[in-house]
């Protein structure tokens, strides 16, 4: 696994940085600050979240996982969330994903991560199920990793509707999870190019209507996102191919333009900028 490949000296967020951008960094996940009075909340609602350390001790902790994910070092911050326990594995998990999914090159291995990470957000389910992040960052991992396989093994996996269920409780606890509108909006489409408009539509209820409609809330609700239009420009291709080709152009330049608020950010915005020399 390569290390975060650019400069991250404007994803620091030192101090009192991190809660100021928090809003701005989290807008597309909905993930909470985690201070030390939502710590207090999570554990009194979940006591199996409750960590071995002091709870003033494991939100500085937290704050400093999420310090170390928007700055690159997304192994450190993997691990610095799985020490904290299961109180730290949305930070781990969504560390883990995005290591896997843009710095990771051996298939195998990231397999393994992905796998994981959808073992932890499944035990997060059972131990804490109101947590939104929970079930969207399980929905990622088993997506990226579903990615990877061929239709038949992902079909006998059932790994869409395991991916689709946990979009759908995503939204159900927290309709403003843009992330989780992308991630459905691609799931659509994916299941249409893989299997047909007509078995997708009667088996797995995805529709091109769907996706562009999911898209469009997740754009509406974080109009800053890259991946947004990144993922958008892909379901495009999928479910049309060249008939919308201006359209798909038009996203990923929008893309590739954005300024990023942290690494994972640039990592997607650099992932436009390759699709558009391709």
Known sequence: MKAFPYQAANYEYKGAALETQWARLHRGDCEPYPALVTVKELVAAYPDLKPKIPLGQAAQALQAAWRAFH??????????????????????NRAANIR????????????????QSARRAEELQRHAPGLPNAWYLHAQALGRRAQGLSIVDALVQGVAGKVKASLDKTLELEPDHADAHIALGLYHAEVIEKVGALVGGLTYGATRDASVKHFEKALKLNSASAIARVEYAEALKMMFGGDKAAHITRLLNQAAQSTPADAMERLDIELARTKLED
């Not at 700055?71 to 781990?92: D, P, S, W």
């Not at 896997?100 to 796998?115: D, H, V």
């Open 71 to 92: 700055h690159g070092e997304f192994e450190g911050a993997e691990e610095q969330g799985l020490e904290i326990g299961r109180l730290g594995f949305n930070v781990a």
């Open 100 to 115: 896997a999914t843009y710095l990771e090159s051996a298939k195998r291995n990231k397999f393994s991560i992905f796998l």
